[in-house]
Each structure stands twice: as structure tokens, then as C-alpha cells.
């Protein structure tokens, strides 16, 4: 089954400044890269997802990329601010097709810190 | 539009009691999920339905866990009897029918399960 590594576990930046958080998954069938933020005590809320068909999505501060070959994306937020604290959750899945579509495998979180 | 409803919000209970967990998706989401999500992790999937029928509970520990979507909409998930390991963040999601593209899954705020 598909398997989902996140890195850092844990990051802490000055506000102002850009963070980034990467993951790498095993299978190559997964199409669905979708990044979740969960504040503490709340749901996680989908903030971005990414399609193997693209390379790059932006939506205002944050943007993802993928790296199919690599098997590895990136979620990327610049101009940090204090609200962006949260822990942060990449997953993959496949979509149409693949056997087990629908599933999302989820990483093991990274809890980002935006210092005033 | 409504979010995915999930109740209780929070439970506690002695080990070897029953417990039970109850979801109502997004109007129109034919796809239904529940998740386990332990302190510090991503959630990890129990079951999947789409519709009434459960396609995918693999990862759903059957000796003590039972779920059920009767009529294609809410769901109930039950645990009996239940664990000290069972303490957990137990979410429910749903997403259009993932059959002919990527699912997309919202998720609810979660029941708090603590077993003493």
C-alpha cells in the first residue's frame, strides 16, 4: 500500500519569513496530493491539493509542487504570519482508476510555529 | 451550505463499555469515511462507503468495531467493547463519489473518544 513521509516534524520560523514542508510517497499510481491544516481541537481543513497532471499550484501565499519522477512534493507558505500556526498534513491518493481510489494516506504532520 | 456533522463531540468512557459515533455527511456526498486519528498523527482510514455499500474496511478491526450507512447518508460507527488504545480523535469525511475524479474530502470536527 502507499506510504507517506513528511519532514520536518516540527518547524519554527519568524513571521515575515517563508516555511516549507516536504513529502515523499512509494506509489507511483497515486495522482492526488491534496494538504490539510488542522488547529489544534479543530477538523482538518483542505488548504491546497495538487494533480499529477501539474507540476505547480499557487493559491495567494501558498503554493505546491510535485515532482512526479521524484516522487516528492512541497507545500510552500511565504510571508508567514502567526495565524498560520497549525499542524500541517500532506496525503496522497489515487483517483479513478487506481485500486484503491479514494484512499488518502496521510503523513505524520508537521507542526509549524509562526513567531510575532 | 452545511459541513460534514459528527456527534458526540466528546466521550468518555470505561474500558469494556460500548460506545457509539454518529456522522452526517455533506448534502449530495455519496462517499463517506471515517478516520482514527491518534495524539500527534494523520488520521488513518477505518472504512470507506460509498452510497450503503462499504467498499474498503480493511484497516477496520472487525472483532471489535462495526459501522453501518443503512440509507446512504449518515453513518454510525461503534466500537464494543471498547479499549484503553482506543483513545483517539475518531473523524468522519465526505467527498463526491471518487469513481470518475479526485476526491476532494471534508472533514467533520470530530468525536473525542477517551476510554479510562
Known amino acids: 500500500g502507499e506510504n507517506v513521509e513528511q519532514h520536518p516534524s516540527t518547524l519554527s520560523v519568524q513571521e515575515g519569513d517563508s516555511a516549507v514542508i516536504k513529502c515523499t510517497y512509494s506509489?507511483?499510481?497515486?495522482?492526488?496530493f491534496p494538504w490539510y491544516k488542522q488547529e489544534l481541537g479543530k477538523r482538518p481543513q483542505l488548504i491546497i491539493d495538487i494533480r499529477s497532471n501539474v507540476g505547480e499550484k499557487k493559491d495567494q501565499r501558498i503554493a505546491v509542487t510535485l515532482n512526479k519522477t521524484a516522487k516528492h512534493f512541497s507545500l510552500h507558505i511565504t510571508e508567514t504570519q502567526p495565524e498560520d500556526s497549525a499542524v500541517y498534513f500532506c496525503a496522497a491518493s489515487t483517483g479513478a482508476g487506481g485500486t484503491s481510489y479514494g484512499k488518502l494516506t496521510f503523513g505524520q504532520g508537521t507542526i509549524l510555529t509562526v513567531h510575532p | 451550505e452545511a459541513g460534514v456533522v459528527q456527534s458526540p463531540r466528546y466521550k468518555i468512557i470505561e474500558k469494556k463499555q460500548p460506545v457509539a459515533f454518529w456522522c452526517n455527511p455533506i448534502s449530495g456526498h455519496n462517499t463517506l469515511y471515517w478516520y482514527r486519528q491518534n495524539l500527534g498523527q494523520g488520521p488513518e482510514l477505518l472504512i470507506r462507503y460509498e452510497n450503503e455499500e462499504a467498499v474498503d474496511d480493511s484497516q477496520l478491526p472487525k472483532d471489535r468495531f462495526s459501522a453501518e450507512r443503512l440509507k446512504g447518508v449518515d453513518s454510525t460507527l461503534k466500537i464494543q467493547p471498547a479499549e484503553l488504545g482506543d483513545s483517539a480523535v475518531y473523524l468522519c469525511?465526505?467527498?463526491?463519489?471518487?469513481?470518475?475524479?479526485?476526491?476532494?474530502?471534508?472533514f467533520g470536527p470530530g468525536t473525542r473518544l477517551t476510554v479510562l
Open positions: 506509489d507511483s499510481a497515486s495522482n492526488y
Open positions: 469525511a465526505s467527498s463526491l463519489a471518487p469513481r470518475h475524479s479526485y476526491n476532494e474530502q471534508f
